[in-house]
């Protein structure tokens, strides 16, 4: 038995699954998962000293690799001072300034934990601020794992087959519309089944829970402008979105501004932390300026908010970083594409920046129905095939890739290599 069978073993007998997040089980590509060590630049070390180069990247927030010594050094100076507070602290109020400099839609800004806080967060913010009750989602889309969320959701709920989860309760579910991604007269329809009804429309502008999927044109600016009519909250789930695909996230992007946008692990370079923000009007709902009510110990903590500052002004003072990653990963999904062309697998890549993913479908996939075509038992054995080559994949169609900065031309060749060897293996 490899080291990381035995920890994966002793933990199912204490963990739920062995994992204390499911898609890390690897239940959607079978098999025991790895157990991580260390990590550095592009490459993780498993617990029996294996190396992979990784296109998970924590889910998004190591944009500069691993251990970035830009972000190492602030932790370090941060760390003697103590390790949480409960009271307030100037670097709060630094990374609010950055967040409400870079982002378009945020005029004020809470820090939280985590992007399930988020997301909580700014729902009932739209309900206390509309003194409305539902929300609409869409299929296939993740916002944490808020009991609001978990209908038709993405990300592990889909993998595991379970998109609405047990023990939400029917009166939560009945508060939450959902009808398909990129389907803007689902939504019109929707707003006139439920006049003056609906609180927020809750959106990942270029999803990343079903495989990568982006807009289509008109999307989003359709969603704004039916917001903007229907007196609705329009929220931008740019958890992993936000700072990777442009400074100012996917609204800056593609030109759309949310009421409210949700942040999450990229504002703190890793470590655990999240935001929510947009217009003043809404957020100073918020208590102690307004009645909504949302708190924590941990919020605004001084090595997250030291870590997360650091690398949201290395990203802020070095623009050409984005070139680079846009120059990279076009390399990876144009090269990927173009190898399943030559192997006669006419299969999708989608791709927004440095987001992608290879769906095992040649029908192109614009929302859950078109995902849900990959043939997830091929995709299982192309990630093993990737594995033992040494590249770590997202365990899961569902699941978009990250690219890095610590991705050289040099590992685009070597993943390039793999895919083509790893696509033929998966189809032998
Ligand atoms: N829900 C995350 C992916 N969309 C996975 C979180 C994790 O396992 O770390």
């Not at 009519?229 to 949310?258: N, S």
């Not at 208590?287 to 949302?294: F, L, N, S």
């Amino acid at each position: 038995m490899t080291t990381s069978e035995t920890l994966f073993a002793r933990a199912q007998g204490v963990i739920p699954g062995g994992v204390n997040s499911p898609v890390r089980a690897f239940r959607a590509v079978g098999g025991a998962p790895l157990f991580m060590q260390s990590a550095q630049g592009a490459w993780l070390t498993d617990a029996d000293g294996n190396q992979y180069v990784d296109f998970i990247n924590s889910w998004g927030p190591m944009i500069l690799g691993h251990a970035p010594e830009v972000v190492l050094e602030a932790v370090r100076q941060a760390l003697p001072h103590s390790l949480s507070y409960g009271a307030p602290t100037r670097r709060e109020i630094e990374l609010a300034e950055l967040l409400i400099e870079l982002v378009p839609s945020v005029e004020k800004v809470r820090l939280v934990n985590s992007g399930t806080e988020a997301t909580m967060s700014a729902v009932r913010v739209a309900r206390g601020y509309t003194g409305r009750a539902k929300i609409l989602k869409f299929e296939g889309c993740y916002h944490g794992h808020g009991d609001s969320f978990l209908i038709a959701a993405g990300s592990g709920a889909l993998t595991l087959g379970a998109p609405d989860s047990p023990g939400v309760t029917q009166g939560v579910a009945q508060d939450t519309l959902t009808v398909p991604y990129n389907d803007l007269a689902a939504v019109h329809a929707a707003i006139e089944a439920n006049p003056d009804q609906l609180a927020a429309i809750i959106v990942e502008p270029v999803v990343g829970n079903m495989g990568l999927v982006e807009p289509a044109p008109g999307f989003l600016a359709g969603l704004r402008a039916l917001c903007t009519q229907h007196g609705i909250v329009l929220i931008f789930d740019e958890v992993m979105t936000g700072f990777r695909l442009a400074p100012g996230g996917a609204q800056q992007l593609y030109g759309v501004v949310p009421d409210m946008t949700t942040l999450g692990k990229i504002i703190g370079g890793g470590l655990p932390v999240g935001a929510y923000g947009g217009r003043a009007d809404i957020m100073n709902q918020v208590a102690p300026a307004g009645k909504v009510y949302q708190a924590g110990t941990l919020s605004g903590n001084p090595l997250a908010t030291a870590a997360g500052l650091a690398q949201l002004r290395y990203l802020h003072a070095h623009p050409e970083v984005y070139e680079q990653l846009e120059a990279t990963s076009a390399r990876l999904a144009d090269g990927t594409r173009q190898i399943a062309q030559e192997l006669g697998l006419h299969y999708t890549v989608n791709r927004v920046g440095s987001m992608f993913s290879l769906f095992f479908t040649p029908r192109p996939v614009s929302n859950l129905e078109d995902a849900k075509q990959s043939d997830l038992p091929a995709f299982g054995r192309y990630f093993h095939a990737m594995l033992r080559r040494g590249i770590y994949l997202a365990p899961s169609q569902y699941e978009a890739l990250f690219v890095s900065t610590a991705i050289t031309d040099e590992l685009v060749d070597k993943y390039l290599t793999a895919c083509r060897e790893s696509l033929i293996e998966a189809h032998a």
